[in-house]
């Protein structure tokens, strides 16, 4: 049998958080929220006669991407038309760029679940505006099935981002989908979210026997909507194609549906060639000139971006790699994350307490980092709390689920219930007296040689303090306390 090597491109269409759209100055609107077709006008609408002007927002967001991705940043720009008819589409044509996108030659650093490092390369990104959307809705028997279009989001600033085909497994696209979603959210020009359709990842799989140069036919995969279904619909597209090919079959040139319930790909129409979408230079629009001025100012205000901020949390605070690299998923964590070392610094610590008690409340209650009510210089306050002994670490635990529900401070939560740790050495010597004399037989046991009896002692003093003896204090006051019942 043939072994086949995958080829995968990604297209990757985002649509860009401006407040007005591409072309016009409609506002963009939530696709899923706002009443259909209210955010429209006759350019939108694709009227004769109306001229588009170019949103310079759009464009610096474009450029924000294309920088961040490490592009060529184009100085002279054309917009083209693409031709082709459907009812989501108004012009019969969409206004897009074609042989000069803003961005050429750039390339992302993808991370696989071994750790494996691997860069990709990004041939191009390019401007263009949204379609309406279409709602099919099927008949039942007596009447026939009809289709809503709604035009909303019809002019709303999109770009492409497309890949080289360098992707060569389902996870490697699983991959670089993540990657370039959460530069798009650090660069505050993208929500990523999939389900609403604002982010939309197209691959484009081909296989080629391995060692052979020529490239296969490839299908290109339409409706995943989530970044698991992009990673099982190249999975599955590979395996298909591959059998065919075992078969001495040939893979026909097409895009494909898939499947979400069934798992599975299936064939929508047969592929387009760039020929068959007639472009031509957009009349309306003159030539978009770039200046060097415009590019380095956006360039200087680009935000620290995730791979930086990972190097920087391991040289800077000693956080492990895949600490690091949690905290920096999400910039708002990051950021929060960066407000308790600015009133507690020992990030270690910190990064400890989000990573593993923090984030645990927040999975239990269902709540993102910017809907919490412990605030950052809270949880500073109470590792403080911890730092000064006046609370040990299984209080802390209770006093942060605390803060988590009712908002209080580490400090009142303490105070009010009575929760600081005992760390007078007579109290504590005390406690282990009445424990050690309540316990003859045991004291008698551990002497003779049965040690693990002493996290036993320990756990009594702990219970009869309530859990606020000082840990450190109780071991050290029971080895004093053993050793003169062992003479
Ligand atoms: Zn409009």
Request: net charge negative; charged share 25%; proline share 4%.
């Amino acid at each position: 049998m043939t072994t086949y090597e995958p080829i995968i491109g990604l297209e990757i269409h985002a649509e860009l958080m401006t407040n007005s759209k591409m072309f016009c100055g409609c506002k963009v609107v939530d696709s899923v929220e706002a009443e259909p077709n209210t955010a429209v006008c006759p350019v939108c609408l694709g009227m004769p006669g109306m001229l588009p002007v170019i949103n310079k927002k759009a464009v610096e967001f474009a450029m924000r991407v294309a920088l961040a991705l490490n592009c060529d940043i184009q100085h002279h720009n054309i917009f083209a038309r693409k031709n082709y008819f459907y009812p989501d589409l108004p012009k019969a044509y969409q206004i897009s760029q074609y042989e000069l996108p803003i961005g050429t030659q750039g390339w992302v650093d993808i991370q696989l679940e071994s750790g494996e490092h691997k860069r990709i390369g990004i041939r191009r990104v390019h401007m263009e505006e949204d379609t309406g959307k279409l709602t099919h809705l099927e008949g039942n028997g007596s009447t026939n099935g009809y289709s809503l279009v709604d035009y909303n989001r019809s002019g709303v600033p999109l770009l492409e981002i497309v890949s080289e085909p360098d992707i060569h497994s389902g996870e490697e696209a699983r991959a670089y989908g993540l990657k370039i979603r959460q530069i798009l959210r650090y660069l505050g020009v993208n929500s990523g979210d999939m389900e609403k359709g604002v982010l939309r990842v197209e691959p484009n799989i081909s296989l080629r026997p391995l060692g052979t140069i020529a490239f296969g036919k490839r299908t290109e995969l339409k409706n995943l909507n989530s970044f698991k279904a992009l990673a099982d619909g190249s999975a599955y597209e590979i395996a298909r194609q591959a059998e065919i090919l075992d078969a001495g079959g040939e893979v026909i040139q097409e895009t494909r549906g898939w499947h979400d319930a069934k798992r599975i790909t299936f064939s929508q129409r047969s592929k387009e060639e760039a020929e068959d979408y007639r472009y031509f230079p957009e009349p309306d629009l003159p030539p978009l000139q770039i200046s060097d001025e415009w590019i380095v100012a956006v360039g200087a205000a680009l935000p620290e971006l995730p791979d930086a901020k990972i190097a920087r949390y391991q040289t800077d605070y000693g956080l492990s790699e895949y600490d690091a690299r949690v905290l920096a998923e999400e910039k708002e964590v990051a950021a929060w994350f960066e407000e308790v070392v600015a009133h507690f610094s020992d990030a270690k610590v910190v990064a400890n307490w989000i990573l593993n008690n923090l984030f645990q409340l927040m999975n239990e209650h269902k709540q993102a980092i910017g809907e919490i009510r412990v605030t950052a210089s809270g949880l500073a306050e109470l590792l403080q709390l911890v730092a000064a002994n006046t609370i040990n670490n299984n209080t802390a635990k209770e006093v942060l689920a605390e803060m988590f529900v009712s908002g209080e401070s580490a400090e009142a939560i303490v105070a009010a219930k009575g929760l600081a740790q005992i760390s007078d050495e007579t109290a504590v010597s005390a406690m282990i007296t009445t424990i050690l004399d309540q316990h003859s037989d045991q004291v008698a046991a551990y002497i003779n040689g049965k040690e693990q009896l002493r996290g036993w002692f320990v756990g009594q003093v702990m219970r009869l303090s309530k859990g606020k003896a000082n840990p450190a204090l109780v071991n050290k006051i029971l080895t004093e306390q053993i050793e003169q019942r062992r003479s």
